[in-house]
């Protein structure tokens, strides 16, 4: 009798365990630096998206490895990549099956006028269903997706993207309360749309704003979003 009940706490606990594809820890953080290369992005005077979004990306990378997160980066120089090499790059990763990987895409925003201002994040638009496999999708992530539906996949993911979005959005609001928040936004882009995992777009500011292009340019800017961010993750 006591073996059942230790065999029926197994079974209960391995079904928490794989209930959803996204349970257990992060294991694979994927950070995609926007643009770069012939691609400059946005640009105001001498300063360019590409170059902001690399810095604030390497930032971001040794913050998590310090926290002995496992990282890839879609670059880690100024290099032009196509958005669906990002995609592929980060589809084919390999990565630890008790967790799951997650994909964090920086960007700076830009307006006519350089009236804009404030700190938002993109999500995947959740009508829009995304088919979960592919020839770029790596063994692991094939064998983790293996027992559910593409419905399920894509409503598990969209939950834990708009967790970790909103966990960002607050912890950037306490860390920086005069900055204008602009929240969560959902948004019908390729980066989002074709990355097999839960998967967020930060735009850190306004390059076309002077206030805020000379923040994201300072060092301490750039520390404090890569820790705003790394402590979301951790909230996950
Ligand atoms: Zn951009």
New binding site residues.
């Given amino acids: 009798m006591r073996h059942l009940a230790a065999i029926m706490l197994l079974l209960v606990q391995s079904w928490i365990l794989w209930a959803n594809p996204y349970s257990g820890p992060v294991s694979l953080v994927v950070i995609d630096a926007?643009?770069g290369g012939r691609d400059p992005?946005?640009v105001s005077g001498r300063l360019e998206?590409k170059d902001l979004?690399l810095s604030i990306s390497l930032e971001l990378e040794r913050e998590l490895e310090a926290r002995g997160y496992e990282v890839y980066m879609t670059r880690d120089e100024d290099v032009f990549l196509e958005l669906q090499e990002r995609c592929d790059a980060a589809n084919s990763q390999d990565f630890d099956i008790s967790g799951y990987p997650v994909f964090i895409s920086i960007?700076?925003?830009s307006s006519a006028g350089g009236d804009a201002s404030g700190f938002e994040v993109y999500v995947r638009q959740t009508e829009r269903d995304v088919a979960f496999l592919s020839a770029a999708t790596s063994d692991t992530l094939a064998l983790k997706y293996s027992s559910y539906t593409n419905r399920q996949l894509n409503a598990y993911e969209a939950r834990v993207s708009s967790e970790l979005a909103e966990a960002i959005c607050r912890n950037f609001s306490q860390e920086f309360p005069r900055v204008p928040m602009r929240g969560v936004k959902s948004g019908d882009l390729w980066v989002l749309n074709g990355t097999w995992m839960p998967s967020v777009l930060v735009?850190a500011g306004f390059i076309s704003n002077d206030e805020e292009a000379d923040r994201m340019a300072s060092d301490s800017f750039q520390k404090q979003l890569a820790v705003v961010i790394a402590d979301a993750l951790q909230e996950l």
């Fill in positions: 926007g643009h992005g946005a998206e979004t960007h700076i925003n735009e």
